[in-house]
């Protein structure tokens, strides 16, 4: 007498859980874009006529499992079966294209999409091209045809050009691209048009999960910080209130802050800050790398407490720092004392507070998210 033996799930009779099913009811209303769920999640239901993509699947059940096991010819997907909801499999945020459902995940790596602005670092030096780490699986490849030449030169590059490829961007040099094209293995092609991109001067980078940049039309933007005195921690009258600091978002994931002198790029590959007649003055250069690190930090406490960074909110948040520190200047709490950071001049020989560090503390940072959330909502 033949014995058969079946697995536990697949044994004839055997009905497996649906416990997201039993858990969570039908869905009234479908979940909006950019939405946070988690797995397991109902997004849609089952009349939604969309496709599943990344992060995403919809469960088939067939109603004739005993006749499936019990003839192993029968085919395993019919038209006639009623697809069930859309289940999410990853924890992140809800993306919709067209009719294409898919999760984008908080921490992931950089996929690319054509026309992105991204910022990234030189890590090799190919034959005809420049290998760059742009936060993606693979390195991005940066051919020498696509970049333009000291002076905006559009010609067809020769051996000379290739073998100076060192003298134009050289290993551990910061550039600004644009995606121009995806290949199947998700390697990213980089390109250079026109004056909004090349190499990037002295400033600082940071790393940021790709999710919480806003995608805008621009990514490059000059900031007019509070300018705060290294003196007395006061505002000055005059053209000197505020300090332009510059800013570029990479869709990558990649930020970079630094003078806005840094970012006239212009025709050339090369962006070198250099101190003019205008900023001479050590004072003024203390200011306005602290313009910079009230911006470099500004930009991490929105990141830590999961906001996302754009213009509008970065520029917020350093207004409603500076405000704050306008406010608390005769205060000694215990995040001054733990951040503090002495300053001398060399003129009057006064010690200053340095207040900026205090936006790293998490109690600081979530006040000032907190601040920049209200003002955010009030403007809008």
């Given at each position: 007498m033949p014995v058969y033996m079946y697995p536990a799930i697949a044994a004839p009779g055997h009905r497996s859980v649906d416990y997201v099913a039993q858990g969570q009811p039908e869905p009234s209303s479908n979940i909006q874009q950019g939405s946070v769920v988690i797995p397991g999640e109902i997004v849609f239901s089952s009349i939604a006529n969309l496709i599943t993509g990344h992060g995403t699947y919809r469960s088939v059940v067939n109603t004739d499992e005993n006749a499936a096991i019990s003839d192993p010819h029968t085919p395993k997907g019919d038209a006639n079966i009623p697809a069930t909801n859309i289940h999410t499999s990853l924890t992140g945020r809800v993306r919709i294209v067209n009719k294409l459902v898919y999760v984008e995940p908080p921490k992931a790596r950089y996929f690319g999409n054509v026309g992105d602005t991204v910022v990234g670092r030189i890590v090799e030096v190919d034959q005809r091209r420049w290998r760059v780490d742009v936060n993606s699986a693979l390195l991005a490849n940066l051919a020498l045809a696509n970049v333009k030449l000291p002076g905006g030169e559009l010609r067809r590059k020769s051996e000379d050009d290739e073998r100076a490829m060192r003298s134009f961007m050289k290993e551990g040099d910061l550039i600004v691209a644009e995606v121009h094209e995806v290949y199947k293995d998700g390697t990213l092609q980089l390109h250079m048009p026109g004056t909004r991109t090349g190499k990037l001067g002295g400033g600082c980078l940071l790393h940021?999960?790709?999710?919480?940049?806003?995608?805008?039309?621009?990514?490059?933007?000059?900031?007019?910080v509070p300018r705060t005195n290294t003196l007395d921690s006061c505002l000055t009258s005059g053209s000197d209130e505020v300090i332009s600091v510059g800013l570029i978002l990479g869709c990558n994931g990649y930020a970079w802050t630094g003078p806005a002198r840094a970012m006239d790029i212009g025709l050339g590959l090369s962006a070198p800050v250099e101190v003019d007649e205008s900023m001479s003055n050590q004072t003024?250069?203390?200011?306005?790398?602290?313009?910079?690190?009230?911006?470099?930090?500004?930009?991490?406490?929105?990141?830590?407490?999961?906001?996302?960074?754009?213009?509008?909110?970065?520029?917020?948040?350093?207004?409603?720092?500076?405000?704050?520190?306008?406010?608390?200047?005769?205060?000694?709490?215990?995040?001054?004392?733990?951040?503090?950071?002495?300053?001398?001049?060399s003129l009057s020989g006064n010690k200053v507070h340095n207040r900026i560090a205090r936006l790293l503390h998490p109690e600081v940072a979530h006040r000032l998210v907190s601040l920049v959330q209200a003002k955010l909502k009030s403007n809008y």
């Open positions: 940021i999960p790709p999710s919480l940049i806003k995608r805008q039309k621009i990514h490059r933007h000059r900031l007019a003024e250069l203390l200011a306005e790398r602290i313009a910079v690190c009230r911006v470099r930090n500004c930009i991490l406490a929105l990141t830590h407490n999961g906001m996302p960074v754009w213009e509008t909110s970065v520029l917020s948040a350093c207004e409603a720092s500076w405000l704050a520190d306008q406010q608390n200047e005769d205060e000694d709490d215990e995040y001054q004392m733990e951040f503090e950071t002495d300053i001398s001049s």
